[in-house]
C-alpha cells in the first residue's frame, strides 16, 4: 500500500524508492512525500503515523544535524539517534515528520554545497507541509533539534504555532557564537603554535570568565561576517556562559530547587539560582531569522535564564578520545581525535606526558600514522572529511584530501574506518578509508594525478601544501586522490540479506601487502587478499558471513585485529546486546574464512561475558557491548574494550577472562597494542617495547606497559 501511495503521488521516483530499504515499524505507518527548498530541488519527507489513534494526534517535528547523513534509520538502533527516532515512533502515539538533505537519502540535490538558507528553506518547506495532513493537532507541534539543529530549529516554523522546543546533543550557545569560538582557534593556527596556544588559552578564558569578549573583541565587521548583525547601533554582540555543545544531564538541587547541576562532554556546571530577564535579545536586529511567532517564543524562553553559569572543571579531564595511534617511530608519541575538540598529540614538546597542544582544530575522528615515514599522519573531522599532515602535525601545514570520498555520495559513518598500512607494498604509502566501497590512496591521500591507474605512490607534497592547504581552500577544491576497491559492500552485488549502511571498520594484515578484513555497519564481513592490487577496481572481495548459518550475529561490528600467522583468520567484536539476537549471541569471535564460498566463514563465540559479567551491566550477566580488540601476537593474549573497562582473554580468549589491572574502569572507546599487526608501529626501531594504549570518553588516553603481563 505504501508503495502504491507514492506511484500516485510521484511516480517519477517510485522506482528508485521502491529500490530502497526503508523502515517498517510496528505501531506506526510510514508516509513518503516531497517539498521543495528555495532552488527548486525536492526534498524527500517521511511522516509516521500512529496505527491505533482514530482523532489528531500530537506530532513532533525533527531538525537534523550538520553531516550530509539520511534522517531514515532502516536497520533500527544504528546509534544514538536513531533510538531516538524508533522508540518516539513506536512508543510516544505521537505522529513524526523528517525530511533528508539536498542529495542525501531520495533528495535532490547536492548536500556538499548547501548553504545554511538552503537547507532551512527545507525544513521550513517541510513544516509548512505539516497542514495537509489532517491527522495532525496543529495546536500540539513540538520541534526537537538534533546535534546542529538544536542551534537552528528556531528559525524554522515561521508563523506557525509550536508547543515546545526539545534540543538533543546540541549547541548551548548560538551558531554563530559556536562558529565564532572555532574561527578564532582556526585563525590563530594559521601563525605559530605559540600563537595557537595564546589564542585557546585567550578563548578558554573569555567564555569562562567574561562570555562577552569572546564576541567584543572581535570588532564590528567580524561581528557582521559571521554573527548576522550588521547594523552599527549593536556594536557588541550579547553571548551567554559558554556550555558545551553536547549537554547530556541534568540534576536540581533538592535543597534549592532553581539551581541546577549540568553535565556535558565539556565537563559539569552550576548555576547560582537566580534568573535574569534577557527577552529584549529577541529582536528582529539581533535574530533577524526569526518570524514573529519565532520571536515571541525566544521572548519566552529568555525572559528567565540563569543570572550566572560556574564551570567546576578544576582537575577533571573532559576531552573524550575516539582513538589513539602510536607514532609507529617513537612509541613514547601518540595522537588522538576528540568528540568536537580535534585531534591532540604529546609531539610538542615530544613524548610529554601533561603538554598536549591541538595539532587540527574540528572534530576529531580516527587519526594515524604513515608505515614508512612517521612524521606524516592523517586526521578526520566528521562524516569522511580527512586531512593529512607532512611536517610532523605542524597546526599550519593541513592538507586536504578528502575530495574524492566527500563527494562520492556513498553513505559513511559519522566517524569511519580510516587507517595506513602496517606493510606497504614497496614505495607505497597506503591509506584505507571504509565508505560503502573501501578506498584506497597509495600516496597518503596526496598524489598528483587522481584517477591513474596504478595510482601515484609518492605525496605531491608541495602542490598540496601550495593549493589544497586546510585554512584557505574553499569552493571546490578538489584535493585528494583515493579510488574505489572493488564493488560497493553494502549492495545487493554481495546478497540480498544485511544489506545498506556503511563499512564499520577495516584491517590490514601486516603478514603480506594484500589481505585486508572490512565489515559493515549491518554485519557483513568480507576479506580480500588483492588489496594491493595495481588497479583498485581489480580487487576481489570474499563475504565470509552468513544469515542462515556460522553463528555471526545481525549487529554493529565494531572491530577486527588480524592473526599475523594465518591470513585466513581474524578476531572480530560487535556493538550492541545479545538480547537484541538472541539466536546469535556473542561479542567476541574467532573467525576463520574457512573457503572461497559466499557465507563459507567460522565464527566461533569467545564467551567474552565469562569477563563482562564483573561489570554493572544491565542485566548482570555481562551482555555488553565491545568497542575495540587488539592481541598480543607472541602471548596470545587477546584485550578487549568495553563501557566498563579492558578485560584480558588468555590462549586467545579460549581461556579466562579477567578485567586487565592498572588500566582505567572507564568507557574504552579505543585500543592500540605495539607491536601490532594491524597498524605501522615499530619503524626503525632497534628494539620494539611491548606496550598498550587505552582512549577513554572523558579521562584522556592512558598507557600501560606489557612487560610483565
Not at 538533543?168 to 557564537?177: A, I, L, M, P, Q
Not at 605559540?194 to 572581535?218: F, G, I, K, R
Not at 543570572?307 to 601518540?334: C, D, K, M, W
Not at 587507517?419 to 614497496?426: G, S
Request: charged content about 15%; glycine content about 10%; some cysteine.
Amino acid at each position: 500500500m505504501r508503495f502504491l501511495l507514492l506511484i500516485l503521488l510521484c511516480g517519477s521516483v517510485s522506482q528508485s524508492i521502491r529500490a530502497q530499504t526503508h523502515e517498517k515499524f510496528q505501531n506506526a505507518e510510514v508516509i513518503y512525500d516531497l517539498v521543495s527548498d528555495n532552488h527548486g530541488d525536492q526534498l524527500r519527507t517521511l511522516i509516521t503515523r500512529p496505527k491505533v489513534s482514530k482523532a489528531r494526534v500530537p506530532a513532533i517535528f525533527f531538525v537534523g544535524w550538520l553531516s550530509c547523513d539520511s534522517v531514515e534509520y532502516p536497520m533500527g538502533e544504528t546509534d544514538g539517534f536513531g533510538t531516538i527516532f524508533w522508540r518516539l515512533i513506536e512508543q510516544s502515539g505521537y505522529a513524526t515528520l523528517r525530511v533528508d538533505k539536498p542529495g542525501v537519502g531520495e533528495s535532490k540535490g547536492d548536500c556538499s554545497s548547501t548553504d545554511f538558507l538552503t537547507e532551512l528553506s527545507g525544513y521550513q518547506a517541510a513544516f509548512d507541509s505539516i497542514s495537509k495532513y489532517d491527522f495532525i493537532d496543529p495546536e500540539r507541534i513540538f520541534i526537537v533539534g538534533l546535534s546542529n539543529g538544536g542551534g537552528t530549529s528556531v528559525f524554522v516554523p515561521r508563523q506557525h504555532t509550536v508547543r515546545g522546543y526539545i534540543a538533543v546533543e546540541t549547541v548551548g550557545t548560538s551558531w554563530y557564537e559556536y562558529d565564532i569560538e572555532r574561527s578564532r582557534v582556526q585563525q590563530a593556527l594559521r601563525g605559530s603554535p605559540e600563537a595557537a596556544d595564546a589564542a585557546w588559552n585567550a578563548w578558554y578564558n573569555d567564555t569562562q570568565n567574561d562570555p562577552a569578549a569572546t564576541w567584543c573583541s572581535l570588532g564590528a565587521q567580524f561581528q557582521c561576517d559571521f554573527g548576522g548583525v550588521c547594523d552599527p547601533t549593536y556594536a557588541c554582540l550579547w553571548a551567554p556562559g559558554g556550555i558545551h555543545p553536547d549537554q547530556h544531564a541534568i540534576v536540581v538541587n533538592p535543597a534549592n530547587p532553581t539551581q541546577i547541576f549540568e553535565g556535558s562532554d565539556g565537563g559539569v556546571i552550576r548555576t547560582n539560582g537566580t534568573f535574569g530577564d534577557l527577552s529584549f535579545r529577541c529582536n528582529s536586529n539581533e535574530r533577524p531569522l526569526l518570524g514573529g511567532p519565532s520571536l515571541a517564543n525566544c521572548g519566552r524562553m529568555l525572559s528567565r535564564v540563569p543570572s550566572t553559569i560556574t564551570h567546576i572543571n578544576r582537575n577533571y579531564n573532559t576531552l573524550q578520545f575516539i582513538n589513539v595511534a602510536i607514532n609507529p617511530g617513537n612509541p613514547s608519541e601518540v595522537q588522538g581525535g576528540t568528540q568536537d575538540n580535534g585531534t591532540w598529540s604529546n609531539n610538542n614538546p615530544q613524548n610529554s606526558r601533561s603538554t598536549w597542544p591541538q595539532v587540527i582544530y574540528g572534530d576529531g575522528g580516527n587519526a594515524g600514522y604513515d608505515g614508512t615515514n612517521p612524521t606524516w599522519r592523517f586526521n578526520e573531522f566528521t562524516s569522511s572529511f580527512t586531512d593529512a599532515n607532512f611536517q610532523n602535525g605542524d597546526p599550519n601545514k593541513w592538507v586536504i584530501i578528502w575530495w574524492p570520498l566527500a563527494t562520492s555520495g556513498e553513505a559513511v559513518g559519522f566517524y569511519w574506518p580510516q587507517v595506513a598500512d602496517p606493510n606497504p607494498p614497496t614505495g607505497t604509502h597506503p591509506i584505507f578509508s571504509g565508505l560503502q566501497h573501501v578506498w584506497r590512496s597509495w600516496a597518503f591521500g596526496a598524489g598528483a594525478h587522481p584517477g591513474a591507474v596504478p595510482q601515484d605512490t609518492t605525496p605531491d607534497i608541495a602542490n598540496y601544501e601550495a593549493n589544497c592547504p586546510e585554512f584557505t581552500s574553499f569552493g571546490d577544491p578538489r584535493c585528494g586522490d583515493f579510488q574505489p576497491m572493488g564493488g560497493d559492500l553494502t549492495s545487493s552485488t554481495y546478497g540480498a540479506d544485511r544489506a545498506a549502511g556503511a563499512v564499520s571498520w577495516i584491517a590490514r594484515n601486516k603478514a603480506d601487502h594484500g589481505t585486508l578484513w572490512a565489515t559493515t555497519s549491518a554485519g557483513r564481513v568480507f576479506v580480500t587478499h588483492n588489496a594491493d592490487a595495481s588497479n583498485p577496481a581489480d580487487v576481489v572481495w570474499h563475504r565470509i558471513d552468513s544469515s542462515t548459518s556460522g553463528n555471526s550475529p545481525t549487529r554493529f561490528p565494531s572491530a577486527i585485529y588480524p592473526d599475523p600467522a594465518n591470513v585466513n583468520r581474524a578476531f572480530v567484536t560487535y556493538s550492541g546486546y545479545n538480547a537484541a539476537t538472541p539466536t546469535t549471541p556473542g561479542h567476541v569471535f574467532d573467525v576463520s574464512e574457512g573457503g572461497t564460498t559466499s557465507g563459507s566463514g567460522l565464527f566461533t563465540n569467545l564467551q567474552v561475558e565469562r569477563g563482562t559479567a564483573t561489570f554493572p551491566t544491565p542485566t548482570g550477566n555481562g551482555d555488553l557491548p565491545v568497542n575495540d580488540i587488539v592481541r598480543d601476537d607472541v602471548k596470545r593474549k587477546l584485550y578487549v574494550a568495553t563501557d566498563f573497562g579492558v578485560v584480558r582473554g588468555n590462549n586467545d580468549g579460549r581461556g579466562d577472562w579477567r578485567v586487565t589491572p592498572d588500566l582505567p574502569r572507564f568507557e574504552i572507546t579505543h585500543l592500540e597494542i605495539q607491536p601490532s599487526a594491524r597498524v605501522p608501529s615499530c619503524v626503525g626501531l632497534g628494539t620494539c617495547p611491548k606496550l598498550i594504549y587505552a582512549a577513554t570518553h572523558s579521562q584522556g588516553i592512558w598507557r600501560l606497559d606489557l612487560g610483565g603481563q
